[in-house]
């Protein structure tokens, strides 16, 4: 099984850069896995009090409950604080979409021990089947 499969098969996911601006990515991710029916999915978001009517958290140690996964919709200056966020709360796993996926940010995930995943979290659920 493959990194990407075994996070796949998770069911807690956090979206940092949730949003509510249905062109912007942040919240397409979002809508799709809270749409796909087989995940759990926390908005973070420290500028939103909820995406999608749904409670937003302002950072991952604020969420009531520790993801299994995170996935960054946030540009690389942003996501080195993330990361570090993610391993102070005991996240294993990090999935970077396209454009959050800059190499300082995957090197300090790896080098904090977290498995990091820099691919569309959206076409790996299309080419296994997990359609919104």
């Known amino acids: 099984m493959t990194d990407i499969e075994k996070t796949l098969a998770l069911k807690t996911w956090a979206v940092v850069g949730a949003n509510n601006n249905k062109d912007k990515f942040g919240y397409k991710i979002f809508k799709f896995m809270d749409g796909a029916g087989q995940f759990k999915v926390y908005p973070v978001n420290p500028g ?53 996926d800059a190499p300082a940010v995957a090197k300090l995930g790896e080098d ?13 659920c299309r080419k296994r089947g997990i359609m919104d």
């Open 48 to 100: 939103l009090s909820e995406v999608m009517g749904q409670k937003c958290y302002p950072s991952v140690k604020d969420l009531p409950e520790k993801p299994d996964v995170v996935d960054f919709v946030v540009p690389p200056k942003v996501g080195e604080q993330v990361m570090r966020d993610c391993a102070a709360a005991g996240v294993k796993y990090v999935w970077l979409q396209p454009g959050a």
């Open 112 to 124: 904090l021990g977290i498995t990091v995943i820099k691919a569309c979290v959206m076409a790996e």
